[in-house]
């Protein structure tokens, strides 16, 4: 009984495991990304509330075209320096001031630099339009014997492409705006080649110096050269060409001559297409922007009439009137002094 008594049982406790219990730290990695992502939110909006409307324009208006802005410059490309609208040390203007350390003098030489590359690129551009122009009309059989009417040459504002009457073969009627066939298919063979190029256009016809009409108020070539130059618009449409490519048209009659031809010669009478380059395009688009009017100043004159325009109609409510109707007060007509000399001055109008 002893020995039975010191044997101790051993007890062997088994736990099972349940799913869905506890998971680790997993939770902290999840959360720890979740307060940086806030952080990273909270960041951003504390960037943007505290950026000006100068920079937040500037930095979009560089990725959308950097050049563009290095020449332009305005607020966007200079209001960075300060929150105040404007930027830089003086607080009273609206306008972009100049970073600080900024030259006047570089950033003039930065945009005509700039200038100068973009001019240069244009130049290349309208040399290599030439090429196209020349070979397009010499592979058409049809056109390849009027090659000799159109002259073509790299000026400063672009590519300038010029159909001369020549050899006896006018470009239009005599004396109407009616075109020739063969003009038809020159100028729509043009048009898709110019089509493929980012340029724009800009056309004027031109005349020579005989005098065409019969009144002196009537139809003569100024006339003549414009609506020959919106013919030949819409001959460059139906062969393709963009209507917000053309940014002019206009007729120039005998005003421009070309070089070392006499004013009636008949290679006057031609039609020109400029390609712009996009100087020259900027240029002739600030030309015709209308200046903004400058304030007038008002005369003393000038506040009386306001102030009286201004000034509310005096009626008065008679008494028999009912109420809440206002009618016009009978005005008496201003007296005038008269002497006892004076007599009345009586007009009679007839029936």
Not at 175 to 186: F, H, I, P, Q, T
Request: without cysteine.
């Amino acid at each position: 009984m002893a020995s039975e008594k010191a044997v101790q049982p051993i007890i062997i406790k088994r736990i099972k495991k349940v799913s869905g219990g506890h998971h680790g730290a997993a939770w902290k990695i999840a959360y720890a990304d979740f307060v940086t992502a806030m952080m990273a939110f909270f960041l951003l909006m504390w960037l943007l509330g505290s950026t000006t409307k100068g920079d937040l324009k500037g930095i979009s208006d560089y990725f959308t075209n950097p050049i563009a802005l290095t020449l332009t410059g305005g607020s966007g490309a200079g209001d960075a320096t300060s929150l105040v609208m404007g930027g830089g040390e003086d607080l009273s203007r609206r306008s972009a001031n100049m970073h600080k350390g900024q030259d006047p003098d570089e950033q003039r030489r930065i945009q005509r630099e700039a200038r100068d590359a973009i001019a240069k690129v244009d130049q290349a551009a309208m040399s290599v339009l030439k090429e196209k122009v020349q070979q397009a009309i010499t592979n058409n059989p049809k056109l390849a014997d009027y090659r000799s009417q159109v002259r073509l040459d790299v000026t400063k504002e672009g590519l300038r492409i010029q159909i001369v009457d020549e050899q006896g073969r006018p470009m239009f009627d005599t004396g109407s705006a009616v075109v020739k066939d063969y003009m038809r298919g020159l100028l729509r063979e043009i048009a898709a080649v110019l089509n493929t190029v980012d340029y724009k256009v800009s056309l004027s016809g031109h005349t020579d110096s005989r005098p065409f009409g019969s009144t002196e108020m009537g139809y003569s070539n100024w006339e003549l050269s414009a609506d020959r130059a919106n013919a030949s618009r819409r001959e460059l449409l139906v062969g393709g060409m963009q209507e917000q490519k053309i940014v002019r048209v206009v007729g120039l009659a005998a005003s421009q001559p070309m070089e070392g031809t006499v004013p009636d010669a008949d290679v006057n009478r031609r039609i020109s297409i400029v390609v712009l380059t996009r100087a020259a395009a900027e240029d002739l688009a600030a030309a015709a922007r209308a200046p903004e009017p400058e304030p007038v100043e008002k005369t003393p004159f000038m506040k009386v009439l306001e102030a009286s325009a201004a000034a509310p109609a005096q009626v008065a409510t008679p008494s028999g009137a009912p109420p809440g109707v206002a009618l016009p007060a009978a005005a008496a007509p201003p007296s005038l002094p008269q002497s006892a000399e004076q007599k009345p001055f009586v007009v009679t109008i007839p029936r």
